[in-house]
């Protein structure tokens, strides 16, 4: 998003943020950077103590620290807060907000008549949507989309342009997908015909279900279950050109990062965090906290267990052994 | 898609999908499921003995299995087939039916006066098609598809939307092809030029052709032929996100899983099935039933050979050695 | 591109390609092919001399070959050239030619007024362009393709069918991005409440620059940067379905084979060649001049470094040391 900013006074942003303020509150603030490209006007944060000098030197008009900094002489305005680095994410949505959309349906859109928009929708140029549909309050359904029959998404979701959700998906509240997602496509599924080697399409009629706070990158792709559902967890986040395949369950604040692929039928506890290209096979289940490496491979069948426990390689092993396997090669190497 | 469920009888389910009934055969089905979540009105299938006692407990109105069931006590209406799973999979297709379509050209889509449209195509909102195209009887051109210029689709296909088809590619008859799909991009190819260091590109102005009964996943990419063709064989699978590069030569009845990336003029003979997020170099050659684990790589030239022999790793070995080294580089670091 | 060809002499060709001709000028060029696939009337090239007697024995009508070619007797034109692979790339362009494009607006285009559209531009059917945006002379936005608002082209750009340009991104000149991509979507980056333990979005703020002469692959993702800028430079080459991440720094000539994601905030510097689906961990430089082979991994802050060497393996290390370590472990395998 190209996000306008409003100016803002220190006292505005430290109140909104829930700070306290070392300084003056007057100053004004007009934009958010990091240390290095900071302007005056900007609003920077240090969530290190080690940094707090660099950012105190720049040319930013005002930080946001951690209670490392109450007790240092202060050139600016200091924000004091818990947790610095959510303070600064919180302050960019009062400096910053997307340009005023208008709402309403685009002319050029097709929206069949049995559907259900709700209040202060934006339906913009060129999309689609089937029938009984249902687009819940505030909702945008960005250019080029095009939204299934009887798909039903909730409010406060943004819905990029060239996004495509078959019918029957189920989208929660403030869910965000972006550009070019495809969201309830069928499964890969086939039966092989003993008789003459031919594959059979195996039936892929079941749903998918995204649950609120999700976020969804661009050009990932989410399979509809074969006959039951496809799921993914309140506030999971999910980076761009991810696979996820059918019947796969991914539970709630789950973050997978780019170009990870999930088989069908794999389990995701909450709270799991996957590095990019990491591949899972079907069946496999990945319990609650469990970390994975970039580019770890879990075989179908295979539980991943142990909160907090950073697993990594293909097999996936906890980080540990797997370091002392690559240490121990490489000495056997050296030695011939 | 989303389906609709029209009820039938034991019989007529058992004479379509040619099973011997054991026990009422007027008992009517209204849906599928599996065994876990049948409800009263469903069909359910088991394909190995151990699983039948759970099948007949369930709450599902009747059960596919195979002769293993030939002689048991059976407390609802039992479908004896040959291969339980391909029965049940054609079960599906007696029972659900697609929504009826709203055949013909919808008056928002851009089509070319020199297109030629067969009887009983659907061609949705948006759809753009450019000159001398020609589409198929019965094929559907999914909402916001983009079909390039001389493009030949044929008949009972079903693009989904927002798919592109560059210019010229050919699609057989019964080509599934999911949505945001790719076919006939550019390949990737350029010549360094030595005096100033550019890459210039090198022509790609090859074909695609799509041969019959082929499913491509969503936001697969399959490039054209520099000069000559890439070919995808009949009966074909592949999963969301692939890549496959220009030249390549695909076979009869290849299964390909979701993001695995073939470079330029690999062959794949027919048979063949590729894990997911497998890598194969320019110009390997996979031959005929050879199997090859998910995140495999092959190196460029490379041919693996061996019908029904399964090869993973990367470099790709025989499963039983590549799982030898991985068994002793586990020793070895226990050692240390 | 499906492309026309234009019948040339050997003359013509051979002025524009700058070679040297051995034999008849007058000759008539009809198409371009491999020495394989030649019929009558196409030029090929051998850039090995090796391969010369096999081009003077096909069908083709001419031979673009090295000096090496210039004692040989003839038996059709050679046109000798100091790079043949370069000269005949460059002959293809004489040869083919796009077939002429409909300038100007098509009427389903929704074009905000605002909106500067120099002289030449092709904007095709369904595409839609927010306000403020600048399309540079000559270029062509592909049918269904949406461009945020204050984005802006260059002139002479190709932008193929259904992509999405997310608001204030910039192209160069000569840029050419292949259908579906998606170009300055949001970086993948939340704060985690350590109260809450949920996940709020970071600011994702930042700018997407791409530089001139850069080629864009289908269904690859760049994302924005966080406040501030991804850049891709000038004459770099990016295959089908890789993945840029926030704050990326991508040198000149880079090449990046499909498939292939770089997280958050890494440094690619100029002439790195990256194979396909390799991953590099956020932060990590790659330096000048490093190869680095198929499904390589890089770790977060790793560098790479080495004009010329080639790198392999994950972690990757230098290729001679790779393949050290698989030798040894194949021994280990083989004793045991």
Known sequence: MTLLIKARSVKQVAEFVQARVLGDEAVQLTGLSSVESAVPGDLVFVDDEKNLCLALESQASAVIAGDFAAGKTNSKPLLLAKQPRLAFARAAQLLCSAPERKRGIHPSASVHPSTQLADGVTIEDHVVIGEDAHIGE????????????????????????????????????????????????????????????????????????????????ANTTIDRGAWDVTRIGRGTKIDNLVHIGHNCQIGEGVVIAAQTGLSGSVTIEKNVVLGGQVGIGEHARIEEGVMLGGQGGVLPNKVLRGKGIAFWGTPAKPVREYLKGLAALARLARKE
Chains 1, 2, 3 share one sequence.
Do not use: M
């Not at 399409?201 to 969804?216: A, C, H, S, T, Y």
């Open 138 to 217: 505030d909702t945008r359904i960005g250019a080029g989309s095009v939204i299934g029959a009887k798909v039903r998404i909730g409010r406060n979701c943004d819905v990029y342009p060239n996004v495509t959700v078959y019918p029957g998906v189920r989208l929660g509240d403030r869910v965000i997908v972006h550009a070019g997602a495809v969201l309830g496509s069928d499964g890969f599924g086939y039966v092989r015909d003993q008789a003459t080697g031919r594959y059979e399409k195996f039936p892929q009629i079941g749903r998918l279900e995204i649950e609120d706070d999700v976020e969804i990158g």
